[in-house]
């Protein structure tokens, strides 16, 4: 059970905590709030690669977590996405999307340049995240 | 229980067959093998609007679905996706992903312009996912 995260994930998302399989993360972007989970198993990229009781759990957790970003953002929209073209260790993308948000109507992922959060802002967005998810800071 | 599909996920594409939930379709798009898995329950828009017991089928049969068109197609990566931004009906996204794709790395929605496949191209790759997802014609 040697889990590490992948470096560019890494670098490019702030920790929010951790679910019964999932590491939960946001994505260090203020234009769209965007959780990335990533489940801590090793030698994961496609969803087939985990067992059929990973996977429904992982989809359990992508649920939550969508529901409860669209509670805390008042989003129009939720994207949820599991593309690994570039990072090939497996993450799932839930995104909060808004009809006025720059990317509208189509995919965020390499869409422009990400624009990280003030301190603060992203700080708040994490505590909510947490509270709404129930987990320890 | 009355379910009926969106006209233009009908118009865009073509019949392979049905799943437990899901009816499964080929997006008419010679450029990307691309399956489109639409649960046949009335009035979702979100994963998060399925039932947990019905979302844990959903994945299952998204699973299997990647890991059979993988298996057809020989692909580098799957890529999964559920936005719905144009169709609010709930529907996931299964596509088979070469890196000598046009679209390579980025996603494929709102790349470019629907390529249709030739009827005997399509038929061929229907036929195909029909006997690996075990579906009758």
Redesign the interface.
């Known amino acids: 059970m040697d889990f590490s995260l992948d470096p560019r994930l890494e670098a490019d998302s702030l920790l929010v905590g951790d679910l019964a399989l999932t590491q939960v993360r946001l994505h260090n972007d203020a234009r769209f709030p965007w959780l990335v989970l990533i489940p801590r198993r090793p030698n994961l ?4 690669d ?1 067992s ?1 009781t990973e ?2 759990t ?3 957790e ?3 977590c ?2 409860e970003l ?1 509670a805390v953002t008042q989003c129009d ?10 990072v ?1 260790q497996l993450h799932v993308h839930v995104v909060a ?1 808004f009809e006025r948000d720059p990317a ?4 965020v ?2 869409f422009g340049t990400r624009t990280p959060y003030a301190a603060e802002t992203s700080a708040d967005l994490i505590a909510r995240l947490r509270s709404a998810l129930a987990m320890r800071a």
């Open positions: 990229a496609e969803i087939f985990l059929e996977r429904a992982l989809t359990q992508v649920s939550a969508g529901a669209r929209k939720i994207n949820v996405g599991a593309l690994g073209n570039l090939r999307r509208w109507p189509g995919p992922w390499g």
